[in-house]
């Protein structure tokens, strides 16, 4: 199993440019999540999923997108980016919401200039 | 709400040197409590896990107890190595929906 892959690892962005983060999971978790890493502020939850077609928002969810139509994919859209998004991106998955832990990704790290 | 409050760092020990870094929880009813490691340039590792009151996490010589008198899943090791050099996060998992709340890390590096 390759877990949870993210692409691309690194990206750089102008203000306003759109793009898509990729996420993709092979271990058939129902459950998935993105999340922003930024220093001094630990993970903090963008959207999460808890099925396909299924979403809702975290606790930082302003100027992202997500949608979830296969269990394995959860793409997260930068609908217009920001400056204030520079941030380190991190995907995780599990099969359950409470006991399971959390499997991540390696990241990506995007910088908008 | 949830929430999880853990040391600021960041931590320097010598090699050999006994770790503790406290972590303390709120929350609505009994969640489960996690420690991840975050390596440079990685993602986050599970490092151990407890699902319910007195609850023993151990994995790779570092140990946790889920204390649900004094909310706490402090993390200690006995005797830390430079290979432990690395963030520490504490998480707990909430009721609704796929809710994992973080604390904001701690940076720990072991020196030689």
């Known amino acids: 199993n390759a877990g949870v892959t993210q692409t691309p690892k690194f990206q750089v962005l102008k203000t306003g440019q759109s793009m898509t983060l990729q996420c993709a999971q092979d271990m058939n978790h129902e459950y998935m999540s993105w999340y922003r890493q930024d220093p001094g502020m630990g993970l903090r939850l963008i959207h999460y999923s808890v099925g396909a077609g299924i979403t809702d928002q975290g606790e930082v969810p302003n100027g992202y997108n997500v949608s979830r139509s296969t269990t394995e994919d959860f793409p997260l859209r930068l609908l217009s980016a920001a400056p204030s998004q520079t941030s380190v991106y991190f995907c995780?998955?599990?099969?359950?919401?409470?006991?399971?832990?959390?499997?991540f990704g390696p990241g990506t790290r995007l910088t908008v200039t | 709400g949830n929430s999880v409050t853990q040391m600021e760092g960041p931590v320097t020990l010598s090699e050999e040197a006994f770790l503790t870094i406290n972590c303390t929880y709120t929350?609505?009813?009994?969640?489960?409590l996690f420690w991840y490691v975050q390596y440079p340039g990685e993602g986050l590792q599970l490092l151990l896990k407890?699902?319910?009151?007195?609850d023993k996490g151990s994995n790779k010589g570092f140990e946790a107890t889920y204390r649900k008198e004094t909310t706490s899943f402090h993390l200690e090791k006995g005797s830390v190595q430079v290979s432990d050099s690395a963030v520490y996060f504490c998480a707990l998992s909430g009721y609704t929906g796929n809710q994992f709340y973080f604390g904001t890390g701690t940076s720990l590096t072991v020196i030689p």
């Open positions: 407890a699902t319910k009151a007195d």
């Open positions: 929350a609505t009813g009994y969640p489960s």
């Open positions: 995780a998955s599990n099969p359950d919401g409470t006991v399971y832990e959390q499997y």
